[in-house]
């Protein structure tokens, strides 16, 4: 398979994909601490499944980084907006 893996969408750090007996593929996330994971019957499905979480969790990553508790009040109804737009996001996925 040639299709590219997004990083983690947790910890943004590289994935793999393994392949289980030919039952099942596994991409998961390399670093020991994160256990991220997504299984599929076929090795397609488990790329497309990772990479479609990669998006939404890079968002995540962007706005944790951020603190919503030192901003001014419109920034922080921006930052409110932001998350409420991607947690509907990814409960549509």
């Avoid at 497309?48 to 030192?70: D, I, Y």
């Amino acid at each position: 398979m040639t299709d590219k893996l997004k990083p983690c969408p947790f910890c943004g750090n590289a994935a793999k994909v393994f392949g289980e007996d030919s039952f099942s593929f596994m991409v998961f996330c390399v670093t020991d601490k994160c256990n991220a994971d997504q299984y599929s019957l076929t090795e397609a499905e488990a790329i497309a499944a990772w990479n479609t979480r990669a998006g939404a969790g890079q968002q995540a990553l962007e706005l944790l980084r951020e603190s919503p508790l030192s901003m001014q009040p419109q920034a922080r109804h921006d930052w409110d907006q932001r998350r409420k737009a991607l947690l509907e996001a990814t409960n549509h996925e």
